[in-house]
C-alpha cells in the first residue's frame, strides 16, 4: 500500500490564488519530500522537511508537518499558470532505509 | 555540466523481447533508483542501489532486471516475463539512501 497519499486527486484555480495540497502517511518517518512533475517529464525536489520540523518556507511555498496527525500540506501562494503540474510527496521511513515511497500525486490546474 | 540522464527518450519494442534503459549520472551519488509510471498514477519503486554491485527488490521487481557495475550506471532490462511493459520509466539518484532525490527526464516504453 501506499505510504504516502495526496488529496485532492486534482485542483484546479485561478492564477492568482493560493493552492493548497495535503499529503497522509502511515508509518514514522525521517523527513518528507515534496516534488513536482511537469506533464510528460522528470520529477523536480521542491522542498524537503524533517520529522522534527514543523514549517518550512521557500519562495512562494510553504509545507506544514504534523507528525503527531501523520500528514503534510504544501501551500503555493500567489499561483502562476506556470505552476500548472502534477505535485508528489514522497516518504524516507525509518524502517525502509535507502528507499522512499511516492504518493499518488495532486494534479494541479492554474488558468491564466 | 552535472546531472542524470536517460536514454532513449522513446522506445518502441515487440511482446517478447528484452529491452535495456540506460541511466547514467556523473553526481557522484551513490544511491540509484528505478521508477515505474503509470498514467495518472503515481512513482512506484522496481529496483534501488546503495552502493556498487549491490542492490535490492522494490515493490514491483518481477519481470524486471538490474546491474550496478559502476557507480555512474544503473541499466534497468525489461524482461519478456514482465506482463504490462508498456509505461514511464524514471531513474533518479542522490548522495546517499535518504534526502532529495534528482531525476532523469524518463523514457517512455511502448511494447506492442
Known amino acids: 500500500s501506499q505510504q504516502g497519499e495526496e488529496d485532492p486527486q486534482a485542483l484546479s484555480i485561478q492564477e492568482g490564488e493560493n493552492a493548497t495540497m495535503n499529503c497522509s502517511y502511515k508509518t514514522s518517518i525521517n523527513n518528507l519530500q515534496w516534488y513536482r512533475q511537469n506533464s510528460g517529464r522528470g520529477l523536480v525536489h521542491l522542498i524537503l522537511?524533517?520529522?522534527?520540523?514543523r514549517e518550512k518556507h521557500s519562495g512562494r511555498l510553504r509545507v506544514t508537518l504534523d507528525t503527531s496527525k501523520k500528514s503534510s500540506s504544501l501551500l503555493i501562494t500567489a499561483s502562476r499558470a506556470a505552476d500548472t503540474a502534477s505535485y508528489f510527496c514522497a516518504t524516507d521511513a525509518g524502517t525502509n532505509a535507502g528507499k522512499s515511497t511516492f504518493g499518488d500525486g495532486t494534479t494541479l490546474t492554474v488558468k491564466p | 555540466d552535472g546531472g542524470i540522464t536517460q536514454s532513449p527518450k522513446y522506445l518502441f519494442r515487440k511482446e517478447g523481447q528484452n529491452v535495456t534503459l540506460s541511466c547514467e549520472q556523473n553526481l557522484n551519488h551513490d544511491a540509484m533508483y528505478w521508477y515505474r509510471q503509470d498514467p495518472g498514477q503515481g512513482l512506484r519503486l522496481i529496483y534501488y542501489s546503495q552502493i556498487v554491485n549491490d542492490f535490492q527488490k522494490g515493490d514491483i521487481a518481477e519481470g524486471y532486471s538490474v546491474s550496478r557495475e559502476k557507480k555512474e550506471s544503473f541499466p534497468l532490462t525489461v524482461t519478456s516475463a514482465q506482463k504490462n511493459p508498456t509505461a514511464f520509466y524514471l531513474c533518479?539518484?542522490?548522495?546517499?539512501?535518504?534526502?532529495?532525490?534528482?531525476f532523469g527526464p524518463g523514457t517512455r516504453l511502448t511494447v506492442t
Open positions: 533518479a539518484s542522490r548522495p546517499q539512501g535518504v534526502g532529495e532525490q534528482y
Open positions: 522537511i524533517r520529522s522534527n520540523e
